[in-house]
């Protein structure tokens, strides 16, 4: 059976990735979260003091994107995002770099650099890969795209109780809900490569849904090309 690569775009905390790294599992195929590494940059910049203030050194930033290596490993039995050696799984995921990866993600030359690599990353195939332009831009042609959202309100808890459980505990529904709701506007008004459903996208709405329902849902339209 010939291999095709899924590209799923969506919101932020609108259930893409629970959906990719599921269709990932059930096809044998390689998961790339993008998203983590968008957060992997931000992440390198704030401990280089690249971001002060809410604004970015780009300059300096362009100058060091030839040293950040951005890789994906399994630990145990889940995939971590290593930034030059390092495991930083649980540091991309905290609300300081959720509260600056905006910033990062609309700078062209990043994007350039992190999609050069998404789409070396999916040349043979076989690749499902979640994030907010992969069926516009990075996979333009994947033979499968998937445009995943939820409400607002649905999406704060979830990301709540995420990051309860990952052990961030200083944190609060209200400033989760306000974080969802700047990156909404910051990714869908951005210049370069904006949040947009592809015109060949299935929309999938998880307000409503069970992970199970959300994969079922994703699978079925898997199997029609695949069949």
Same mark, same amino acid.
């Given at each position: 059976? $010939?291999?095709?690569?899924?590209?799923?775009?969506? !919101?932020?905390?609108?259930?893409?990735?629970?959906?990719?790294?599921?269709?990932? %599992? =059930?096809?044998?195929?390689?998961?790339?979260?993008?998203?983590?590494?968008?957060?992997?940059? #931000?992440?390198?910049?704030?401990?280089?003091?690249? &971001?002060?203030?809410?604004?970015?050194?780009? *300059?300096?930033?362009?100058?060091?994107?030839?040293?950040?290596?951005?890789?994906?490993?399994?630990?145990?039995?889940?995939? !971590? #995002? +290593?930034?030059?050696? %390092?495991?930083?799984?649980?540091?991309?995921? $905290?609300? @300081?770099?959720?509260?600056?990866?905006?910033?990062?993600?609309?700078?062209?030359?990043?994007?350039?650099?992190?999609? %050069?690599?998404?789409?070396?990353?999916?040349? =043979?195939?076989?690749?499902?890969?979640?994030?907010?332009?992969?069926?516009?831009?990075?996979? *333009?042609?994947?033979?499968?795209? +998937? +445009?995943?959202?939820?409400?607002?309100?649905?999406?704060?808890?979830?990301?709540?109780? @995420?990051?309860?459980?990952?052990?961030?505990?200083?944190?609060?529904?209200?400033? &989760?809900?306000?974080?969802? =709701? @700047?990156?909404?506007?910051?990714?869908?008004?951005?210049?370069?490569?904006?949040?947009?459903?592809?015109?060949?996208?299935?929309?999938?709405? #998880? $307000?409503?849904?069970? /992970?199970?329902? /959300?994969?079922? #849902?994703?699978?079925?339209?898997?199997?029609?090309?695949?069949?």
């Amino acid at each position: 059976m $010939s291999k095709i690569n899924i590209a799923i775009d969506g !919101h932020s905390s609108c259930g893409k990735s629970t959906i990719a790294k599921a269709l990932a %599992k =059930e096809l044998g195929y390689i998961y790339v979260d993008s998203g983590a590494m968008y957060r992997s940059v #931000t992440l390198y910049a704030l401990k280089h003091d690249l &971001i002060e203030n809410g604004r970015v050194d780009e *300059p300096k930033l362009l100058l060091k994107l030839h040293k950040i290596i951005i890789e994906f490993h399994k630990v145990g039995d889940k995939q !971590h #995002t +290593f930034l030059n050696g %390092k495991d930083v799984e649980s540091k991309i995921r $905290s609300i @300081e770099v959720a509260q600056n990866v905006s910033m990062i993600a609309k700078i062209s030359q990043v994007r350039k650099f992190l999609v %050069k690599i998404q789409q070396y990353m999916g040349r =043979e195939k076989g690749v499902v890969m979640d994030g907010r332009d992969i069926g516009t831009v990075v996979f *333009p042609s994947a033979e499968v795209k +998937f +445009f995943v959202t939820a409400n607002v309100e649905v999406r704060a808890k979830r990301r709540y109780q @995420e990051m309860l459980t990952t052990g961030f505990k200083n944190v609060s529904l209200d400033d &989760i809900r306000s974080n969802i =709701e @700047e990156r909404d506007f910051l990714d869908s008004h951005r210049i370069v490569s904006p949040l947009i459903r592809a015109n060949d996208a299935i929309l999938i709405d #998880t $307000s409503d849904m069970s /992970q199970e329902e /959300q994969l079922e #849902t994703a699978y079925n339209e898997v199997k029609k090309l695949l069949v």
